[in-house]
């Protein structure tokens, strides 16, 4: 597809659950990122990759949370043992070059965690 | 860390009517970022701003930045419901290229 693909859009699970998000670029950017955002907050930065290196990732709130990018492409943000508070919309970007304030980033339309 | 802050939270305006958003930085802005997020959707990209006293239109859009007050403002002129949704400004910190911090949004309505 031409934009950032999420899967899945809604994930409803326990607490206490694993759960994996996944994040398809656009095709040909090098750099990916996470944010997370809660109701009625803006989006808060998780983690930056740069081709397959997690190049910063000090915004991961807790060692339950993690994320891969193997082959430089798709990522996948796994979060382990779930809790109430990860319930938040997590949204992917990605853009052509390294940096943001060379031009825009291009989001995702996010995938909705729901923990019960 | 840097904080932005957003006014107003909310605006409802009439369809045609011109209105005005604000973001100002707890520190100094080395880049400005304006996106419009709807319901369900991703954010979309208005407008970038780096230098102070830059001014960038988008359509019926205009985006000013301040340096000196740590600020930036953004004007819809004639406003339309295609305007509606929530306008998130974002920065980006000195030494940090790739990472934004974003306000909370501000949420516009706009009525025919």
């Known amino acids: 597809g031409a934009g950032v693909s999420q899967t899945p859009s809604n994930k409803v699970t326990e607490k206490g659950k694993y759960v994996e998000l996944r994040c398809d670029p656009i095709?040909?950017?090098?750099?990916l990122y996470w944010y997370r955002q809660s109701l009625g907050q803006g989006p808060e930065f998780l983690i930056y990759f740069q081709g397959t290196g997690a190049a910063d990732d000090s915004g991961l709130p807790n060692d339950r949370f993690f994320a891969v990018r193997p082959e430089g492409s798709v990522s996948t943000l796994k979060i382990q043992r779930t809790e109430r508070g990860d319930s938040a919309v997590y949204l992917c970007?990605?853009?052509?070059?390294?940096?943001?304030?060379?031009?825009?980033?291009?989001f995702g339309e996010g995938s909705r965690l729901t923990v019960l | 860390s840097q904080e932005l802050e957003q006014s107003p939270q909310s605006l409802i305006v009439q369809e045609g009517k011109n209105l005005t958003i604000n973001c100002t930085s707890s520190k100094t802005l080395y880049g400005l970022y304006w996106y419009k997020q709807k319901y369900g959707e991703g954010l979309i990209f208005l407008m970038m701003l780096q230098k102070g006293g830059e001014e960038k239109s988008h359509e019926k859009i205009t985006a000013k930045l301040d340096e000196k007050k740590q600020q930036s403002s953004l004007h819809i002129t004639a406003s339309q419901p295609s305007h509606a949704g929530i306008y998130l400004c974002?920065?980006?910190?000195?030494?940090?290229?790739?990472?934004?911090?974003f306000g909370k949004g501000t949420l516009l309505t706009v009525n025919p």
């Open positions: 970007a990605s853009s052509r070059t390294t940096g943001v304030n060379t031009g825009e980033l291009f």
């Open positions: 974002g920065a980006d910190a000195r030494g940090s290229n790739y990472k934004l911090t």
């Open positions: 095709s040909g950017h090098t750099a």
